[in-house]
């Protein structure tokens, strides 16, 4: 069976070469430098948004912060707006809204995280994960939600 664990047994997920965790633990798995290069050029480009999740790309030194405004809500939430600052070339992007879905967000936090019920979450992930035999498709919630159907996985209300 597969598992993932949190990122250093404290919080993320890591995929891909890239680091997912909320803002509130940020600070706990990546290093202080990167953030606050990440922080500070962000701020100077007049662009500063809020943001509860943060995504570093440690294959290429970018640092993506979103706003995720389903995080706390749904189980698998819609990405939501983001700003990517490299911190090789110091340059800041333009705000570009994903639609894709989140998998296994409960990695992203503690155990301690009061947003969302968290045993919750980590149970929903388990069950979906011994029914789906395949990659889950986070390209959309409509293909999302068409993949647990064809599993015989109850899509969530």
Not at 120 to 135: D, F, V, Y
Request: charged share 25%; glycine share 8%; net charge positive.
């Amino acid at each position: 069976m597969f598992t993932m664990n949190r990122y250093r047994g404290i919080a993320g997920k890591f995929i891909g070469g890239k680091l997912y965790v909320h803002v509130d633990y940020s600070h706990l798995v990546i290093p202080e430098k990167t953030l606050g290069s990440a922080h500070d050029l962000l701020m100077q480009s007049g662009r500063a948004m809020d943001h509860n999740v943060i995504v570093w790309d440690t294959r290429k030194n970018v640092v993506r912060f979103v706003l995720c405004r389903e995080f706390d809500l749904l189980a698998e939430p819609e990405v939501g707006r983001t700003i990517s600052v490299d911190l090789d070339t110091r340059v800041v992007g333009p705000e570009i809204e994903y639609r894709q879905v989140w998998h296994r967000k409960y990695l992203w936090v503690m155990a301690d995280y009061k947003g969302f019920d968290v045993s919750a979450a980590e149970a929903w992930a388990r069950e979906w994960h011994q029914k789906i035999h395949e990659s889950p498709n986070g390209s959309s919630r409509n293909n999302w939600f068409k993949q647990l159907e064809r599993w015989g996985v109850e899509v969530p209300k």
